[in-house]
T-cell receptor, first 113, second 115 residues
Framework: ETGVTQTPRHLVMGMTNKKSLKCEQHLGHNAMYWYKQSAKKPLELMFVYNFKEQTENNSVPSRFSPECPNSSHLFLHLHTLQPEDSALYLC????????????FGPGTRLTVT | AQTVTQSQPEMSVQEAETVTLSCTYDTSESDYYLFWYKQPPSRQMILVIRQEAYKQQNATENRFSVNFQKAAKSFSLKISDSQLGDAAMYFCAYRSARNNNDMRFGAGTRLTVKP
């Protein structure tokens, strides 16, 4: 379970704050993903990076800003969030974009107050 | 739009018994992939089993097997000889073979295993 790590594991922030979520994978993968997991709702794919290039932005509001400086690290910068953005944010990686299996991190539980 | 539906928010099974989790999906494509992921409490989501739509044979991984009915767009997961460690949220997922960005998950089924 240490292949994909995420920090922090829990985050409480006000609507005017700026914070960042970090994801790191130690698997030598080339694709990384951000998902949002809200209670009783399907997992939503937010962003996809393949070889550090963003390939998908599923109509995610601009208050979420991803960054992928290299294939091992992925960030999600947060600013002026809304209470409805409270959720579990999951990072995942795969060998290449389109690989069958994605490896997930433990997630960051975000609460926006 | 492709959607994935898990009609059972919660399921319960007696240890050592068999349980089947349901999943249906909607797609206009003929080639795609289907997955079952397991998310134990406070632990990371892991892949349980996958099925390629072009394969007629149902996938099997030890105690886990699927019943893939392509015409009915149904993809159920059968867990045999249930163990306490099987207790988790189970998510059915669909991914287009033509568009790797198109990855969709169901809302999940919470499985409880009774000793």
């Amino acid at each position: 379970e240490t292949g994909v790590t995420q920090t922090p594991r829990h985050l409480v922030m006000g609507m005017t704050n700026k914070k960042s979520l970090k994801c790191e994978q130690h698997l030598g993968h080339n694709a990384m993903y951000w998902y949002k997991q809200s209670a009783k709702k399907p997992l939503e794919l937010m962003f996809v990076y393949n070889f550090k290039e963003q390939t998908e932005n599923n109509s995610v509001p601009s208050r979420f800003s991803p960054e992928c400086p290299n294939s091992s690290h992925l960030f999600l910068h947060l600013h002026t969030l809304q209470p409805e953005d409270s959720a579990l944010y999951l990072c995942a990686s795969s060998q290449v974009f389109g690989s069958y299996e994605q490896y997930f991190g433990p997630g960051t539980r975000l609460t926006v107050t | 739009a492709q959607t994935v539906t898990q009609s059972q928010p919660e399921m319960s099974v007696q240890e050592a018994e068999t349980v089947t989790l349901s999943c249906t999906y909607d797609t206009s494509e003929s080639d795609y992939y289907l997955f079952w992921y397991k998310q134990p409490p406070s632990r990371q989501m892991i892949l349980v089993i996958r099925q390629e739509a072009y394969k007629q044979q149902n996938a099997t991984e030890n105690r886990f097997s699927v019943n893939f009915q392509k015409a009915a767009k149904s993809f159920s997961l059968k867990i045999s000889d249930s163990q306490l460690g099987d207790a988790a949220m189970y998510f059915c997922a669909y991914r287009s073979a033509r568009n790797n960005n198109d990855m969709r998950f169901g809302a999940g089924t919470r499985l409880t295993v009774k000793p």
